[in-house]
């Protein structure tokens, strides 16, 4: 049965950095392109970072340049590192597949608040 545990949120001030970790188990982790989501209050789930297998990296838009994905295929985890956090970045933050069927169940998510 598939697994996703994603860890690592917080309250951080602006402009500061936190970074996520997710663990996926039950799939051939390697083989597999993945992401980062995000869903604030309200809002419709959106990818922000997506990876993929062999490490070529997208970003949305909103978080280019301060994001950063990754991943280590022999340990299993995958990472976000976000700088420079701004309070519009506050949402739960999900991992799960890119480019394909979305894994399923969802994870809990890991909560990051971005407020002074």
């Known amino acids: 049965q598939v697994q996703l545990a994603e860890s690592g949120g917080g309250l951080v001030q602006p402009g500061g950095s936190l970074r996520l970790s997710c663990t996926v188990s039950?799939?051939?982790?390697?083989?597999?392109?993945m992401g980062w989501y995000r869903q604030a209050s309200g809002k419709q789930r959106e990818l922000v970072a997506g990876i993929t297998s062999d490490g070529t990296t997208n970003y949305a838009d909103s978080v280019k340049g301060r994001f950063t994905i990754s991943r280590d295929n022999a340990k299993n985890p995958l990472y976000l590192q976000m700088n420079s956090l701004q309070p519009e970045d506050t949402a739960i933050y999900y991992c799960?597949?890119?480019?394909?069927?979305?894994?399923?169940?969802w994870g809990n998510g890991t909560l990051v608040t971005v407020s002074s």
């Open positions: 039950g799939i051939i982790f390697r083989i597999y392109h």
């Open positions: 799960n597949r890119n480019g394909a069927a979305r894994l399923t169940p």
